[in-house]
């Protein structure tokens, strides 16, 4: 499975992103569709993640922010991106996990400005 992913920029604190991440093959079935990201000299973290089912989870820093879904009739999944704080700036991976193996997109870097 290949991921590309889209839609990180330059934002100033307090604004909007939308990233997409498409899939090369169908995610329905069994495809946990997620979000990491990495900031400079940090771990990659997990920020969002979805099942097949539509049950979602979120870092505690960005629940109340940040929004995860699908459409698994375009093979994408989303992450909006809500009152974006400098603290969010990071380069963000999409991820998928099916059956024991996880597939990772190439990364879109976010930044958020003060």
């Known amino acids: 499975v290949q991921l590309q992913a889209s839609g990180g920029g330059l934002v100033q604190a307090g604004g909007s992103l939308r990233l997409s991440c498409a899939a090369s093959r169908s995610i329905t079935g069994n495809f946990l569709m997620g979000w990491y990201r990495q900031a400079p000299g940090e771990e990659r973290e997990l920020v969002a993640e979805?099942?097949?089912?539509?049950?979602?989870n979120y870092a505690d820093s960005v629940w109340d922010r940040f929004t995860i879904s699908r459409d698994n009739d375009k093979d994408t999944a989303y992450l909006q991106m809500n009152s974006l704080k400098p603290e969010d700036t990071a380069v963000y991976y999409c991820?998928?996990?099916?059956?024991?193996?996880?597939?990772w997109g190439q990364g879109t870097l976010v930044t958020v400005s003060s």
């Open positions: 991820t998928a996990l099916l059956r024991g193996t996880r597939y």
């Open positions: 979805i099942t097949s089912g539509g049950s979602t």
